[in-house]
């Protein structure tokens, strides 16, 4: 079974993963910017993701994300598939898993996380990397716009791909820390369980 | 013309395809999944509905469910199409009208019956044979949620088949007995008529 | 660089476009509807887009559609397209712009303007065209509706075509006459100006 995780960036998906992987170690985490990325050097040569992007055309770039789309594909046993729905760009959503993507990747559900915007901020802001980086703080309004977009996004998705949508419930104040991290690793370690 | 009639399970869809029926008797009403089982039953000799699922390889079933949609297609005349849009599974939304199953199907209007969530947990408490099989009861926020996501899913497919999704608006409380059902027969009958 | 621009009719997007085009001149403002009817009358030799819907046969008129994406898809330097997402029709939602001709068309932004639909309301009041022709008041909650489904159908393009959905944000009060308009047109330039 291949489950793609998705939910806005700083929401806590990694620790996530972590914690499947600890609970299920047999899982395979796969991240497909990496899968890209591997492509892509043995390819084209790139050094490196910046290089990546910037040095291959935009038509090379389509047929790379579809090769690395398929190589997931055809990976057996239980897979975690680490990406995004949306990608920030121009002050707009771009797909991150377009419908000819998804198709070739053949995950069995895309597993899509909605936290309470406050919770998301709250976590980014003890996220040192993004104070370090000095990343615009987003405001709940521009989380909650991207959490919507992304129901869309993996809608026209799994329409296309034909996949399951689990919209996983986490929009309420945890009553313990990592709370939402052991809800939804279970919910992850459940699905593939049968 | 084809029209695709769609709700959410339990909200009233039988009893408003009866009373079309009345209105106007030369309409054929198809349903899809019988459709897929007379296929089935032709190619693989399936028994019953269960053995399709269970004994026809992933690959062939959504061969069958395109050659199925297909069938529909070349139907001329007034057709009304019973399927549903989500099918729950995994906890999530399965597509019941994948973006290429439509693209076969050439419906003109997917007319997608909206309710108030309380109405639809009214209806399903009075219908008896939701009390037999024991299904799980749903809350007003699962029943919402589908409604939602059966939007998304409507317009995916009608972005890729082509069609007009009309939102039929039955969110409001009956002032009589079977309203909403009149009422939405009629808006069928007229799409048919003209 | 190539824009869609859109939003709910008589929201005020001809007057956002004139204003682009006064702060950047060198961009090409291209209809995608004039475009279908310059093909049609070459190839078809109808007289008007009346004739053209109703003289042509449906899947050629779908293959029009696409060989005018086609010839804009072709267009270089900075473009912006003007056309719908959505289209009323028998009480519902027509794509505007489907999967395969977004794919033609290749637009690297959606622009989707969005407003409170009462300062759409107040717009089409003001506007003598819409009093003339006598065309329905639409209330506030169909308004809202149909910016609802433009961006469903945004996203279902976006993934399809892979280009960005940049939601513009016109939903306040304007402090100023033509505030949305110099906000929106501002947008588009610096998105053009890279």
Known sequence: MKIVIV????AGKTTVMK???ELLPKVKIVNYGDVMFKVA???YGVKDRDEMRKKIPIEEYRKLQLEAAREIGRLTGNVLIDTHLTIKMHGGFYPGLPADVVAEMKPDII????????????RRL????????????E?????????????????????YGRCVVRIANLRYKQSRPYEHTEVAAKMIVELFSG
Request: charged residues 35%.
């Open 111 to 122: 597993f899509l996380m909605e936290f309470r915007p406050e919770d998301v901020i709250e």
């Open 41 to 43: 050097r043995e390819r």
């Open 126 to 137: 003890k996220d040192l990397k993004g104070v370090r980086t000095g990343r615009d703080v």
């Open 139 to 159: 405001g709940p309004e521009e989380i909650e716009l991207q959490q919507q977009m992304n129901r869309y996004f993996a809608v026209a998705a799994a329409s």
């Open 7 to 10: 939910a806005v960036p700083g």
């Open 19 to 21: 914690r499947v992987k």
